[in-house]
C-alpha cells in the first residue's frame, strides 16, 4: 500500500472512533470532567489533524506545490483537481489546532474541542478525494 493510502485507512479509523466517543458527550464539562473521555478524544483528534497534514503536505510534493508550512499545504489543496477551494479553507485552521492540542491541552477550551467534533465535514470530504484520486491512480 502506498503511505498516502495508510494515512487514509489511519485517518478512518480515527474519525469512526471520534464518532462513537461523540454520542457519550454531553458537552463540554462532560471532557473536562473525565480524563479518560478526554484523553480519547484528544488523541484521535490529535491524530485527525496530523493525517489531513501529512496527507496534505504528501498530494502538495506530488502535484509540485511548495509550502512553508503546515497550513499552507493544506491551502495547496485547492489547487489539486478533485479538492473544492471551501474543502482546503475548511480545513487550513487543523494545523493551529493541531498545535493547540499538543501545546496548551493545560487550558484547552474544551468547547472549542466540541466544537471540532461536530465539524468534521471537511475532513470527510477530503477523505473522499483523496480515496477518489487514489482510486485513479
Sequence with gaps: MSPIIDRLAELRRHLNHL???????AGPDALRQ???????VLHSLLVVCQMVIDIASELSARYGLRFQDYTEAVRNLAAIPGFSPSMASNLEKLPGFRNVLIHQYVTLDYARVVEALDRLGAVEELAEAVRRIEAGS
Excluded: H, K
Excluded at 19 to 25: A, F, G, N, S, T
Design 19 to 25: 464518532y462513537e466517543l461523540r454520542l457519550r458527550i
Design 34 to 40: 473525565s480524563i479518560s473521555l478526554s484523553n480519547d
